[in-house]
């Protein structure tokens, strides 16, 4: 096929401009950088479940494109995956493996297991060794309990009862390591996880904003968003900008009206044979 | 040098009171030189969904006719226009599946959704969705955008407000790109009407 009709594709990669794009970059133009989520993010095992926690900073180069992006995705009612990397293939690959689920859910009729979405999670990075630069942390409660996972970009998994991945997992590690104990009760759960979130955001230049919280138990989860706020913006000019009309200097001005939906009067009398 | 800044290009979205603003620079260079000086780079996809492409040129046009081919079977399938949010996720989708070879293009999508609501996002060039509430940038003049809007967004502007702030946004801000610049085109879109104006910049 050489792209003459454009019908949509059947899905997977399309690598129809990689031949372009080499040649660009022998010609010496720089591939662009993508936006990554420097990041930090954790989860720990508590007594009833699984705490999940993550801050809201997207980052392009050293420029922070999002200050309150949402790092902590839905895969399942029960499951859900924290991501690191880079933003595209944290949202694609969590967004596949999510549907993947469903349907799961669809065919077998029963609430879908964590170790399910970590198999479909590591085949397919596996598959693409490690191009898809995706490292999750992975949550959930199913009928055989809690479970907490971290996924690799290049595959390989780990079963902990507490995890840290990004930029910031040294900081928050260090918190976890001198506090975690097991059989953590909920709010003790959910603190420690904020102060290891905070001590990403606070430490690690990758990570910042605000502190996302998800906590998961048998039958049901919280996705406790912008649970806490350590960075307000707190240097606004009270009074802002203001500009008088017309201080902008115009060349040409066009205005086109929308056209206005009619409104179909009922009950007018009905038509005649 | 990279290859976002072979064209060059400026492009911001902001939201006002049940109002957008999607704007541009009109500059097309090659390198330092400048062919063109009045580049559109803000298309329309329906009458309420507006898409703004910045990076390389030739990805932005060749993108903008699939996504209004993709636009136009919907349009024939399901009998309606798309809803933002939708578009969003059908152009995520596009730039994602060139995971490996990329588009050269970093949308900005505006559009009024349900009610009338407005709505913005944008994306890098392999589709990372970034959605905000109040305005969004792109292109080679991002950086300075980036901190002319930071300070000069307002929340609920009017139509006319929400005019000059995205207008002086952008000028003030490709006045310190050199790739970028050579006057704005500014489209504001309300509920009833677009009103479309090319603004006066410097030349250099």
Redesign the interface.
């Known amino acids: 096929m050489t792209g003459s009709m454009d019908l949509p594709a059947k899905g997977g990669f399309s690598f129809e401009l990689c031949r372009r794009n080499d040649m660009l970059e022998k010609k010496g133009l720089k591939l662009p950088g993508f936006r990554k989520t420097g990041t930090t993010i954790v989860g720990l095992v508590f007594q009833d479940g699984v705490v999940l926690g993550a801050d809201t900073r997207a980052t392009e180069g050293p420029i922070v494109a999002d200050k309150n992006c949402e790092k902590i995705h839905f895969m399942a009612p029960n499951i859900y995956c924290c991501g690191a990397g880079t933003a595209a293939d944290t949202e694609a690959v969590t967004d596949m493996v999510s549907s993947q689920l469903q349907l799961h859910r669809y065919a077998t009729g029963r609430e879908s297991r964590v170790v399910t979405a970590l198999t479909l999670l590591k085949s397919h990075l596996f598959r693409y060794q490690g191009h898809v630069s995706a490292a999750l942390v992975l949550g959930g409660v199913d009928c055989t309990g809690p479970h907490l996972h971290t996924v690799y970009p290049h595959g390989s998994t780990d079963t902990l009862p507490f995890a840290t991945m990004g930029s910031g997992s040294l900081a928050a590690m260090s918190v976890f390591e001198s506090k975690y104990k097991e059989g953590l009760t909920r709010e003790e759960g959910i603190q420690l996880v904020a102060e290891a979130i905070c001590a990403g955001i606070f430490n690690d230049l990758g990570s910042g904003s605000n502190v996302d919280v998800c906590v998961i138990t048998k039958g049901k989860t919280e996705y406790l968003r912008n649970h806490q706020l350590p960075n307000p913006r707190t240097y606004v000019s009270s009074k802002g900008y203001s500009f008088t009309k017309g201080q902008t200097e115009v060349l040409s001005t066009k205005i086109t009206q929308l056209k206005q939906t009619a409104e179909v009067a009922e009950g007018g009398d009905a038509m005649e044979e | 040098?990279?290859?976002?800044e072979?064209n060059g290009s400026a492009v911001v979205a902001m939201v006002g009171k049940n109002c957008f603003a999607i704007a541009s620079d009109r500059r097309l260079g090659v390198q330092l030189q400048t062919i063109a000086t009045d580049f559109q780079r803000v298309f329309k996809v329906h009458?309420?969904l507006y898409v703004g492409l910045s990076?390389l040129a030739t990805d932005a046009q060749t993108l903008y006719q699939?996504l209004v081919?993709?636009h136009k079977?919907y349009q024939l399938r399901e009998e309606r226009d798309m809803k933002p949010e939708t578009f969003a996720s059908l152009v995520?989708a596009l730039?994602?599946?060139?995971?490996?070879?990329?588009?050269?293009c970093q949308p900005i999508i505006a559009g009024l959704g349900d009610n009338n609501e407005p709505f913005i996002c944008t994306?890098?060039?392999?589709?990372?969705?970034?959605l905000?509430k109040d305005f969004v940038v792109s292109g080679t003049a991002?950086?300075s955008l980036?901190g002319a809007c930071e300070?000069?967004y307002?929340p609920n502007m009017e139509p006319?407000?929400l005019?000059?702030?995205v207008?002086?946004a952008l000028?003030a801000s490709v006045d310190r790109d050199c790739l970028s610049g050579w006057?704005g085109y500014v489209l504001i879109v309300t509920?009833?009407?677009?009103?479309?104006?090319?603004?006066?910049g410097r030349m250099d």
């Open positions: 040098m990279s290859i976002f072979y009458d309420k990076g699939r081919f993709r079977l995520s730039l994602y599946e060139k995971r490996f070879g990329p588009y050269f994306m890098d060039c392999i589709g990372a969705k970034e905000a991002s950086e980036y300070s000069m307002k006319e407000e005019f000059e702030t207008s002086q000028m006057g509920p009833t009407e677009v009103q479309e104006r090319v603004v006066k």
